[in-house]
């Protein structure tokens, strides 16, 4: 496992689903009760966070590319369990659950388009996944 890495939120396709809250700020901004989902994720894992987000929320939320980026999916609310999996990641291996990423570690900034160009771990545990802005309210006890 390499130390010299990076971690990133990604915004996804779905960010579309989450308009207009998405607007203004990188899914991981967006607010689950109290906490946004970076808050949540950084209970967790206490690294630095950059986001690859939209191009013109990119001056606020930067990225910061390395050869090895760690990059999480905040739609997901995250465990112990979890967490240190994706600390565990090396160059080339992903987390998937019921087919949506969770994370990878990668030298780009995008989750790959085919899964099959990585290492594979289907997650098993039960997870809570926001797929749209209703959830925001209807999930809102994770």
Same mark, same amino acid.
């Given at each position: 496992?390499?130390?010299?890495?990076?971690?990133?939120?990604? %915004?996804?396709?779905?960010?579309? /689903?989450?308009?207009?809250?998405?607007?203004?700020?990188?899914?991981?901004?967006?607010?689950?009760?109290?906490?946004?989902?970076?808050?949540?994720? #950084?209970?967790? =894992?206490?690294?630095?966070?950059?986001?690859? *987000?939209?191009?013109?929320? /990119?001056?606020?939320?930067?990225?910061?590319?390395?050869?090895?980026?760690?990059?999480?999916?905040?739609?997901? @609310?995250? *465990? #112990? /369990?979890?967490?240190?999996?994706?600390? #565990?990641?090396?160059?080339?291996?992903?987390? @998937?659950? #019921?087919?949506?990423? =969770? /994370?990878?570690?990668?030298?780009?900034? @995008?989750?790959?388009? %085919?899964?099959?160009?990585?290492?594979?771990? @289907?997650?098993?545990?039960?997870?809570?996944?926001?797929?749209?802005?209703?959830?925001?309210?209807?999930?809102?006890?994770?």
């Amino acid at each position: 496992m390499s130390t010299d890495r990076a971690f990133h939120f990604v %915004d996804s396709s779905l960010r579309l /689903a989450f308009l207009p809250f998405a607007y203004i700020r990188p899914l991981a901004h967006l607010y689950i009760g109290m906490d946004t989902l970076a808050e949540k994720w #950084q209970h967790f =894992i206490s690294e630095e966070f950059h986001y690859s *987000t939209e191009p013109y929320l /990119a001056k606020k939320y930067p990225s910061a590319a390395s050869k090895n980026n760690v990059l999480i999916n905040p739609l997901f @609310v995250p *465990t #112990q /369990a979890l967490a240190e999996a994706i600390q #565990q990641l090396d160059h080339g291996e992903g987390i @998937v659950y #019921q087919d949506n990423w =969770i /994370a990878c570690c990668t030298d780009a900034l @995008v989750f790959p388009s %085919d899964p099959l160009e990585m290492n594979i771990t @289907v997650w098993e545990e039960a997870l809570i996944f926001f797929f749209d802005k209703t959830d925001l309210f209807l999930k809102n006890t994770a």
